[in-house]
């Protein structure tokens, strides 16, 4: 799994933090009661709930604050607070890591309040969730994909705001994951002798993920798999742009002795 700053980097808990806090009002005094009375499906006047929910979330207990928040809304749905409670229960699903249900009640806010200033920050929290599903790179890539759009309508949609630098910074990470899984089929093929179908994956490490760190190596296995397909002219051309590139890295140095092995008489690269 790639690194997860998501839910603990103090970058990340400042950009929360601050929404949150912008997003927070304080209300009239309410009583802290623990136990099941806190959730219990009882008439309590906005002010109190909504105090409830969120001392809930300052105390941690993330499951209990999503509750009482979506109880906010289900008790006062033409209260101002409603609106609050909303997002305020994604953000509390999302803090207890029940990332389906933060993507449900983001996506939920965002139907009913498409425009309202809020709405960048429920993209982000729809993009954060995703990314934190990202699996390591020898399972299925689909949240990775889903991450990636999320955070890509994050920067589309909001180019200038804190939320669209952090996206742009996940952004990264996602495309070297993604290409780090298709190295990791494109290594398989060549261990099973399918040249071909390895050749394929390392070319599109280079021409989609070009600006990954796993570029070097994709440029050298496209090397070894045109050598053994016999078109040592392709061969050549990856080999020429891996020392363009990246002269000093050790995959120049393996692609270039392969070269003087195999293909002895192509033009120097």
Sequence with gaps: MIARDAARSPVKLAILAAAGGAMLLTAGCGGRGGG????????????????????????????????????????????????????????????????????????????????????????????????????????????TLLAKDALTEVVRRYPNTRYADDARLKLDLVNDHLAGKEMDIGRFYERSGRWLAAALRFRNVVDNYQTTSHTPEALFRLVESNLALGIPEEAQKSAAVLGSNYPGSEWYQKAYALMQKHAPGTRAI
Excluded: C
């Design 36 to 143: 099941p009375k806190d959730t219990a499906f009882v008439a309590r006047d906005v002010d109190t709930l909504y105090t409830a929910a969120k001392d809930k979330l300052d105390a941690g207990d993330t499951k209990v604050a999503a509750a009482l928040f979506d109880e906010v809304e289900r008790q006062h749905p033409y209260s101002p607070w409603a609106r609050r409670a909303q997002l305020m229960s994604a953000f509390s699903y999302y803090a207890a890591r029940d990332y389906t249900k933060a993507i449900q009640s983001s996506q939920r806010f965002l139907s009913i309040h498409p425009g309202n200033r809020d709405a960048p920050y429920a993209y982000y929290l729809i993009a954060l969730s995703y990314y934190e599903q990202i699996s390591d790179v020898a399972r299925d890539q689909k949240n």
